[in-house]
């Protein structure tokens, strides 16, 4: 079965910094994608960024990147001056491409913007 | 557009009784999905929909969960008899399609906080 593990239970981060958020995954497929998703107070997942796993180039959106490196099975997202509204629950998900589109979850990094 | 819509927001019961949660999807949305997030885990997947049939439920508890999407629009998750251990966040996710096609963005309701007491 697929596992998608987070670390990092909680991190924090000065406004205007830059802060890393680690993910790993266990799978034997070699087509999938990976997401990362933000769950604010409002418990509303909101999807941040996606990868898919045959391309090479890392994906980017504004302020937000990834460092996918397939081999080590490690998705990590980067997040460039941090803003307040940065601040909460971010989810790492695993989606296989070939049998259905069931996401799979990490356990969940608490992200603190300090002012 | 609207986003998927759920319904209550919050609910509280005691072990033992019924509840009933539901959830209205993005409109044209083929596929459905409820998870089950208990606080301090990610999402996990109860049920699957596609259309009006299920696609996946093989973590639902069927001896007290059950799922319903009758006309392939609106779905009902239904919980009897509610156990404390079910106290969590439901959430409902809808897509336009799924499978091998591409990457089809899941979009997700603001949830049902239910408290088993």
């Known amino acids: 079965a697929q596992t998608v593990t987070q670390s990092q239970p909680e991190m924090s981060v000065q406004e205007a910094e830059t802060v890393t958020l680690s993910c790993t995954y266990d799978?034997?497929?070699?087509?999938?994608?990976l997401f990362w998703y933000k769950q604010p107070p409002s418990r509303q997942m909101i999807l941040v960024i996606r990868?898919?796993?045959?391309?090479?180039q890392n994906a980017t959106e504004n302020r937000f990147s990834v460092n996918f490196q397939k081999a080590a099975k490690s998705f990590s997202l980067k997040i460039s001056d941090s803003q307040l509204g940065d601040a909460a629950m971010y989810f790492c998900?695993?989606?296989?491409?070939?049998?259905?589109?069931?996401?799979?979850f990490g356990e969940g990094t608490q992200l603190t913007v300090n002012p | 557009e609207a986003g998927v819509a759920q319904s209550p927001r919050y609910k509280i019961i005691e072990k033992r009784q019924s509840v009933a949660f539901w959830c209205n999807p993005i409109?044209?949305?083929?596929?459905l999905y409820w998870y089950q997030q208990i606080l301090g885990q990610g999402p996990k997947l109860l049920i699957q929909?596609?259309?009006?049939?299920?696609?996946?439920d093989s973590q639902l508890p069927k001896d007290r969960f059950s799922a319903e999407r009758l006309k392939g629009v609106d779905s009902t998750l239904k919980i009897q008899p509610a156990k404390l251990e079910d106290s969590a966040v439901y959430l409902c996710?809808?897509?336009?399609?799924?499978?091998?096609?591409?990457?089809?963005?899941?979009?997700f309701g603001p949830g049902t906080r239910l408290t088993v007491t």
């Open positions: 996710a809808s897509s336009y399609v799924t499978g091998t096609l591409g990457v089809y963005e899941q979009y």
């Open positions: 799978t034997s497929e070699s087509d999938y994608y």
């Open positions: 990868q898919e796993a045959y391309k090479q």
């Open positions: 998900a695993y989606r296989e491409e070939t049998s259905g589109s069931r996401l799979t």
């Open positions: 409109s044209g949305h083929a596929t």
């Open positions: 929909f596609q259309n009006n049939g299920v696609v996946d």
